[in-house]
């Protein structure tokens, strides 16, 4: 199936939040091209706009300057071409984990629809927990059931806020081979937020560095390695320094820093 | 029995719950057998068991509680419906808020029995009346709760909705409605409570059947028994509504129950 949509561009983009009668900048002069079936992510110190950023993606903030486009067209609220992954879960407590994985999916006949929550909750690995309510999953679960659910409703867009921060670390390196899988399979784009940048190195094709206060794009570094990627070769190490380095996290002191 | 099993059973509480009103029904009865009191004024619980079986064997127990179930029904789903209704539409429409939540405040100032003349005025003292009346009792707590329940849906479920594109009634039913599902649940809790006084109530006003009836009876022929055991009948009946719709609250609210104590 060839695939050429889900192309999404940011330009000379600025968003201010209002707090106390105070504009307050969060993101200022925000460019970026993901191309269509790119994977992209977007790491930066907490509270830097990365989810402000993904809000504007996904149309649910609308007051900026700038432009965001998607295939060339403004983006002015969501739309079922572009999916997410919210940073918390987001699940309808009151739905079971297949209710919730088959909310997007409502306008679909009973059996497809069972048909692709069984399939996207195999492949997140919970089958068998259809009829669990989220109060009964665990955070990690619950982070998989909401993947799933992002997955389920077919989007070209796929947008991910720390999809797999509360995974251990099996899981999580078990997620992001999976992950991985659905996007060469699926063709589709995604644009993930992470802290984890071995993640971050795995996953894309191009890592966006952001810097807070106001929120900035400080670098974009490209993942030119072919998969799947080995997480001990020199050019992981070597790409994966240089993106320390941003973070003034030099692997002279590395130590001094993370603590 | 085993210690463990009276527990399962939730018995000790339940034991220890109705204690007071044993001891209480038993120095009763003491007092009026060992001639402390006239039992004229004071039935002996005995006695009134007594009535209730004759009031049941005569079948005039089943049509009086009957004859008021009927109006509490009618009345609450008609306030109760109004309530709700009223209370998502000013949820969801500062506008609509803004005209009736004022409007709202100030009739609950007034004591819901002050209505009762006006009502006679307008409807008599037939039974549109006694719908109407017990209709404003259910109405309050159901348009409150409502209202509270929908207000505060959180941002985050809105949000959801927008992105997967849930609209109108669908938003309202598989959103809206199940995220103020707890407050809904209370309101009617608390609706069909006061329908139940309130019928009570009308019927003491004015009728010729229902619980409030056999008791303004029993009171103009001067049948103490009459009077309590219609009082009885009011508890117990009330406290039934009351556990039915707490176990179809827990039913409803499955999903809230984690399994380890962690909330939702
Ligand atoms: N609705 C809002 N009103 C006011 N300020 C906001 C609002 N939303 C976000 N902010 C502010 O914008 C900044 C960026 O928030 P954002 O959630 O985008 O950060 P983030 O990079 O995702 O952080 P984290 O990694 O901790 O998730 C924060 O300083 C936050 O306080
Ligand atoms: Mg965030």
Redesign the interface.
């Given at each position: 199936m060839p695939n050429n949509k889900g192309t999404l561009e940011i330009r000379s983009l600025s968003k201010s939040f209002i707090v106390d009668n105070n504009s307050l900048q969060i993101l200022n002069d925000i460019n970026l091209t993901v191309h269509s079936g790119a994977f992209v992510t977007i790491v930066g110190s907490s509270g830097c706009g990365k989810t402000t950023l993904l809000r504007i993606m996904l149309g649910l903030e609308n007051h900026y300057t700038g432009e965001a486009l998607i295939d060339g067209k403004q983006i002015i609220g969501p739309g079922s071409d572009r999916g997410i992954v919210f940073q918390d879960h987001r699940l309808l407590p009151w739905l079971t984990v297949g209710e919730n994985v088959a909310f997007g999916l409502d306008k679909l006949k009973r059996k497809e629809k069972k048909l692709l929550v069984d399939e996207h909750l195999k492949l997140v690995g919970l089958n068998g927990f259809e009829s669990a309510y989220p109060s009964q999953l665990s955070g990690g679960m619950a982070q998989r059931v909401a993947i799933a659910r992002a997955l389920a409703s077919k989007p070209e867009i796929l947008l991910l806020d720390e999809p797999l921060g509360a995974l251990d670390a099996l899981t999580r390196m078990y997620m992001q081979q999976e992950l991985e899988r659905l996007w060469l399979l699926e063709k589709i784009t995604m644009i993930m937020v992470t802290h984890d940048i071995d993640e971050a190195i795995y996953l894309s094709d191009k890592v966006v560095i952001m810097s807070s206060r106001p929120g900035v794009i400080k670098k974009i570094i490209d993942v030119p390695l072919s998969r799947p990627r080995n997480r001990a070769s020199s050019d992981f190490t070597r790409i994966k320094a240089e993106i320390l380095e941003e973070f003034h996290l030099g692997t002279e002191y590395p130590f001094a820093y993370a603590i | 029995m085993s210690k463990k099993f009276i527990q399962r059973l939730g018995l000790k509480d339940k034991l220890l719950a109705i204690m007071v009103p044993l001891l209480v029904l038993a120095a009763w009865q003491g007092a009026v057998s060992q001639k402390l009191c006239s039992d004229l004024i004071l039935t002996p619980p005995l006695t009134l068991l007594n009535t209730l079986v004759e009031l049941a064997q005569s079948g005039d127990l089943t049509l009086n509680i009957l004859a008021s179930l009927k109006r509490v029904m009618i009345g609450f789903l008609l306030g109760g419906t109004s309530g709700f209704v009223l209370g998502i539409l000013m949820a969801l429409s500062p506008f609509l808020n803004r005209i009736f939540g004022p409007l709202i405040k100030a009739l609950q100032q007034v004591p819901e029995f002050a209505w009762m003349p006006l009502i006679i005025m307008f409807l008599g003292i037939d039974e549109s009346a006694k719908y109407f009346f017990v209709a404003i009792g259910a109405f309050y707590p159901m348009v409150l709760n409502t209202y509270q329940g929908v207000s505060g849906v959180p941002e985050?479920?809105h949000?959801?909705a927008?992105?997967?594109?849930?609209k109108s009634f669908?938003y309202l039913f598989?959103?809206i409605i199940?995220?103020a599902?707890p407050s809904i649940i209370t309101g009617i809790r608390l609706s069909l409570g006061l329908s139940w006084m309130f019928v009570v109530g009308a019927e003491l006003f004015g009728s010729d059947s229902g619980v409030g009836y056999l008791m303004t009876w029993g009171r103009a022929v001067f049948q103490i028994d009459l009077v309590m055991a219609g009082l009885v009948l009011v508890g117990v009946i009330g406290f039934a509504m009351n556990l039915v719709l707490e176990i179809a609250e827990k039913r409803f609210l499955?999903?809230?129950?984690?399994?380890d104590g962690?909330?939702?």
């Open positions: - | 985050k479920y949000e959801l927008r992105v997967f594109d849930y669908r598989k959103v199940p995220s599902l499955l999903w809230r129950e984690p399994v962690r909330p939702a």
